[in-house]
């Protein structure tokens, strides 16, 4: 089982990006995912979160309203629309796939991981 995160990069404050998180070795279509961040000695937190089937959607605080989540089963693939980025979200960004088809905010609650894709945003 694979996730292969990609999309993440240098942009200047304001601008997008998308990131995307495919899934190979097997389908995910009936489990929660969920994209995470981590910063330089912080913790890694919850940024978005989707259910099996995509009719429900969680954010985080400080990235609602500027990042939409998103999933395509048929392409086993979860993605995070990221707009009007700010120097503080900077972090790498991970993927997950839950333990089952409610994702939750804890990490513990997944055990599949992607490798991570950076993104930093310039001031």
């Known amino acids: 089982v694979q996730l292969q995160a990609y999309g993440g990069g240098l942009v200047q404050a304001g601008g997008s990006l998308r990131l995307s998180c495919a899934a190979s070795?097997?389908?995910?279509?009936?489990?929660?995912m969920g994209w995470f961040r981590q910063a330089p000695g912080k913790e890694r937190d919850v940024v978005a979160l989707?259910?099996?089937?995509?009719?429900?959607?969680y954010y985080a605080d400080s990235v609602k309203g500027r990042f939409t989540i998103s999933r395509d089963n048929a392409k086993n693939t979860v993605y995070l629309q990221m707009n009007s980025l700010k120097p503080e979200d900077t972090a790498v960004y991970y993927c997950?796939?839950?333990?089952?088809?409610?994702?939750?905010?804890?990490?513990?609650?997944?055990?599949?991981w992607g490798q991570g894709t950076q993104v930093t945003v310039s001031s």
């Open positions: 997950a796939v839950a333990r089952n088809h409610i994702p939750t905010t804890d990490p513990i609650n997944y055990h599949y």
């Open positions: 070795g097997r389908t995910f279509s009936t489990y929660g």
């Open positions: 989707i259910n099996w089937n995509g009719g429900s959607t």
